[in-house]
């Protein structure tokens, strides 16, 4: 059964690992000494996740905890030995969804690590580990305006752009190159 369950479920196989590295080290032997089950489940509602979790220790117990970001804007925190819900989780962003992976970043340079979360609309937050928002640290990426069809521009647009932006940029020998001159 696959990590990512569509109906939002979170399987751990922990032996799964030392089972494809024996395979490695013997290619002679091809069987697996292992019986891989699942360890535990996690209940994780009905949102399908976006992205590979991240492995980290949320609530400093000196074991790994898995955080995982949601589509309908949450981030969930589960036990990695046991599988429960971390005390004080999941976190909720109303109305935004996460596709991509939590980094684990010191943000505010205090010596504590927070997460690093992109929503879907271009928004960076971050997250400390006791599951609250860093406030006043939001960021917001502009959209990106693409011209319609842009993958079939012409030669000529695209040195016309290169040799814009290289004057701008005072580096128009490095965007010659890039756009193919």
Not at 32 to 54: M, N
Not at 111 to 131: Q, R, Y
Not at 148 to 154: F, V
Request: with cysteine; charged share 25%; aromatic share 10%.
């Amino acid at each position: 059964m696959d990590v990512f369950e569509l109906c939002g479920r979170l399987y751990a196989v922990l032996l799964l690992c030392q089972c494809l590295l024996q395979r490695l080290v013997h290619s002679k032997d091809e069987s697996c000494k292992y019986k891989l089950e699942p360890l535990w489940t996690a209940s994780l509602r009905d949102s399908p996740l976006a992205a590979t979790p991240t492995f980290f220790d949320v609530d400093g117990d000196g074991y790994g905890d898995i955080v995982a970001p949601s589509f309908s804007g949450e981030v969930w925190s589960v036990h990695g030995e046991s599988g429960h819900i971390v005390d004080n989780w999941p976190f909720y962003l109303e109305e935004r969804a996460f596709h991509s992976s939590p980094l684990v970043y010191d943000v505010n340079k205090d010596g504590v690590l927070e997460f690093l979360l992109a929503t879907s609309d271009g928004e960076i937050v971050f997250l400390h580990t006791n599951n609250s928002l860093l406030h006043g640290e939001t960021i917001k990426i502009a959209p990106l305006k693409v011209r319609r069809e842009w993958y079939k521009l012409d030669k000529e647009y695209i040195d016309k752009i290169a040799h814009e932006l290289g004057k701008q940029l005072g580096d128009s020998e490095r965007l010659r190159i890039v756009s193919g001159e």
